[in-house]
Every structure is written in C-alpha cells, then in structure tokens.
C-alpha cells in the first residue's frame, strides 16, 4: 500500500500545532492581554508543564504505531514513527530548556538541589536521555551504520522512555490526580498489547528445531 502524500505535512502540521498554540498565547500574553493568553497567574510554569504534558503524548503515540498498524492492517502508518518520536524529542528538549533556563537559570547547582528535593526530576532527565540516541540515530544513514538488528535494539530505549516519562509525571503532581493515571494506563496497555504481539507469533511459528517425540508403542 502507497503512502499517501499528504500523511507527512498533516503528521508535521498537526504534531506541530500544540508548539504553535503556545507561541500565539505568549505573544497575547507579551502584547498585554493576558486574560486572552490563558496562562494563568505563572505563565511560565504553565508553559513548561504544558510542553511536558505534551511530550508524554507524542511519545505514546510513537508508541502506539505499531500496534496500531497491527491491530488496523495499515501500514502507511509505520512512515510516521520517526518523525512522531522525533517531535516527542523536541517537545521534551524544549520542557527541559525552559525549565533549566527560566526557572533555574542554567543552574548547574539548582538544578542538583532541586534533583535532591524532588525525585521526579531525575526520571524527567533520564526520559530525555533516553531519547537522545534515538534521535541521533533516526536517519536511515544510520540505520545501515548500525544495521537493522542492532538499530532496532537501540530504538527500545523508547520503551524505557515512555517508562520513565509516566514515573516522572506520576511522581510530579501532587496527591491523588487522575491525569498521570490516565497516561500511565496507556502506557501499560501499550506494553501489554505489544506482549501479546510477541507470543502470538512465537506460537505461530512454534518451537524451531524442535524433535518430534517417538511413540513409545510399537
């Protein structure tokens, strides 16, 4: 099946728009109508939330592609996971650029007290790090560098991404909330859909070389 032309501007507009939004609110809120810009009393904080909110998002979506295609039968939806895992990269880049830049001031040494205090940074920096090798390593260049089974190896680390993203927005809200609740069960049922793929075709395709069992009758 062809890939229709138009998936990967909509994929980029869409996946893009959230980005957007948030500059058209800045630039209300700058211009003096705050009320319009709808960022609150701590517009800075809200912007940094937001981005890391919508980091979480992109990254399941990349997540759910594959099962997607699985569960669907199409597959023109498997051209748009790099470029979907590429957009959850600059959205977190961007929640961790402001957060150190405006709220810590490039800090080196607020950013380790504030490591200390409150645990759920850790997880939000070990996500991006997670991500950082994929993002590397997305152009098909790459791929023939490390060949497909080695790049296909590297490229779980979005596995453990999404792991730590969900750890990171549980451990960050304060008391009960059922937003991170919400991602995180998704998260899981991504994990287990993806499971269930795995011992399907495990018993699809049985036991290699397996030897057949003699009759003890004769």
């Known amino acids: 099946m062809r890939n229709p032309r138009w998936?990967?501007?909509?994929?980029?507009?869409?996946?893009?728009?959230?980005?957007?939004l948030l500059a058209a609110r800045w630039a209300l809120l700058l211009s003096g109508d705050a009320t319009a810009a709808g960022l609150g009393a701590e517009p800075v904080a809200?912007?940094?939330?937001?981005?890391?909110?919508?980091?979480?998002?992109?990254?399941?979506?990349?997540?759910?592609?594959?099962?997607?295609?699985t569960l669907t039968g199409w597959t023109p939806i498997m051209s748009?996971?790099?470029?979907?895992?590429?957009?959850?990269?600059?959205?977190?880049?961007?929640?961790?650029?402001l957060f150190l830049g405006l709220d810590l001031a490039w800090s080196l040494t607020a950013l380790w007290q504030e490591v200390v205090k409150r645990r759920y940074i850790l997880f939000g920096m070990a996500a991006l790090i997670a991500l950082l090798p994929l993002a590397i390593t997305s152009t098909s260049g790459w791929v023939k560098r490390l060949g497909a089974r080695r790049w296909r190896n590297l490229h779980r680390l979005a596995y453990a991404a999404g792991?730590?993203?969900?750890?990171?927005?549980?451990?960050?809200?304060?008391?009960f909330q059922i937003e991170p609740w919400i991602y995180a069960s998704i998260f899981a049922a991504l994990m287990l859909l993806r499971l269930r793929f795995i011992?399907?075709?495990?018993?699809l395709r049985g036991w290699p070389n397996r030897?057949?069992?003699?009759?003890?009758?004769r």
């Open 80 to 97: 748009l996971r790099r470029a979907i895992g590429l957009w959850a990269f600059a959205y977190a880049c961007m929640h961790m650029a």
């Open 163 to 175: 792991l730590l993203a969900s750890i990171h927005f549980l451990l960050r809200v304060k008391g």
């Open 46 to 69: 809200a912007t940094i939330n937001a981005l890391g909110i919508w980091a979480l998002r992109i990254l399941l979506l990349a997540l759910a592609v594959t099962p997607l295609r």
């Open 7 to 20: 998936l990967k501007p909509a994929a980029h507009a869409l996946l893009a728009l959230p980005m957007l």
């Open 211 to 217: 030897p057949a069992r003699r009759s003890e009758s």
């Open 199 to 203: 011992t399907s075709r495990v018993s």
